[in-house]
């Protein structure tokens, strides 16, 4: 019964993207690419987005080998026609599941997909897995104490899977990873204002909807 719900939360997930791949080919937030150009430094060679979609994020990075995988199809023929995309890799699948070999990649990273995706625990593994000792990660999940997350459940039909930050924190100290930096954003619904702001304060902060973690693997 459980895999079944499963599948059915994928097919949900891959209808809403394959829908949405034209809007969402055109967002790029400016906090993003500055965390990829604070962390990404010339030593990596070899840079995996999960979760790439139409590949906006992917194409902005400047490296010699770019692999992005995403479970829409509609996505990825948007991403292919990316002058930034026109060598990369681009896979269709899954990340709890990735077709990469192990220790081959210097770079991760992860923009408003991980919620969509049942078993982070397992993709977190995986993204283990395929990074080289020393290989950086920044990903991006949603706070299951935020109330924007509880909103956005309502609002939008895709399954969605939220972590607290306690969980989180267990999941990559469990896993290997050194956690080098924590980012808060977003208090409110994106639709009402624009509020992708770091925030600091710690009231704030247990409320805020997105987690961004910055890992290294030991």
């Known amino acids: 019964m459980k895999q079944a719900r499963i599948s059915s939360d994928v097919e949900k997930t891959v209808e809403y993207y394959d829908k949405l791949a034209d809007g969402y080919s055109k967002i790029l937030r400016p906090w993003r690419i500055e965390l990829l150009e604070k962390y990404f430094t010339g030593r990596h060679k070899t840079v995996l987005e999960i979760g790439c979609g139409t590949g906006n994020y992917l194409a902005a990075i400047n490296v010699d080998k770019k692999i992005g995988i995403d479970i829409s199809k509609k996505s990825l023929q948007i991403a292919k026609k990316r002058k930034g995309l026109k060598?990369?890799?681009?896979?269709?699948?899954?990340?709890?599941?990735?077709?990469?070999?192990?220790?081959?990649?210097?770079?991760?990273?992860?923009?408003?997909?991980?919620?969509?995706?049942?078993?982070?625990?397992?993709?977190?593994?995986?993204?283990?897995?395929?990074?080289?000792?020393?290989?950086?990660?920044?990903?991006?999940?949603?706070?299951?104490?935020?109330?924007?997350?509880?909103?956005?459940?309502?609002?939008?039909?895709?399954?969605?899977?939220?972590?607290?930050?306690?969980?989180?924190?267990?999941?990559?100290?469990?896993?290997?990873?050194?956690?080098?930096?924590?980012?808060?954003?977003?208090?409110?619904?994106?639709?009402?204002?624009?509020?992708?702001?770091?925030?600091?304060?710690?009231?704030?902060k247990n409320i805020c909807l997105k987690l961004i973690y910055v890992v290294r693997k030991k």
């Open 87 to 204: 060598t990369a890799r681009l896979i269709h699948g899954f990340a709890e599941d990735l077709p990469i070999k192990s220790n081959s990649v210097d770079f991760v990273f992860s923009y408003s997909a991980l919620y969509n995706m049942p078993d982070q625990r397992k993709v977190i593994n995986e993204i283990k897995r395929v990074l080289r000792s020393g290989g950086v990660a920044v990903l991006e999940f949603q706070n299951m104490y935020s109330p924007v997350s509880m909103h956005s459940k309502l609002l939008f039909d895709v399954p969605q899977y939220f972590m607290s930050e306690r969980e989180i924190n267990k999941v990559l100290k469990e896993e290997g990873f050194d956690v080098i930096d924590i980012q808060h954003r977003q208090i409110i619904p994106g639709y009402l204002a624009p509020n992708d702001f770091r925030v600091e304060l710690p009231l704030l």
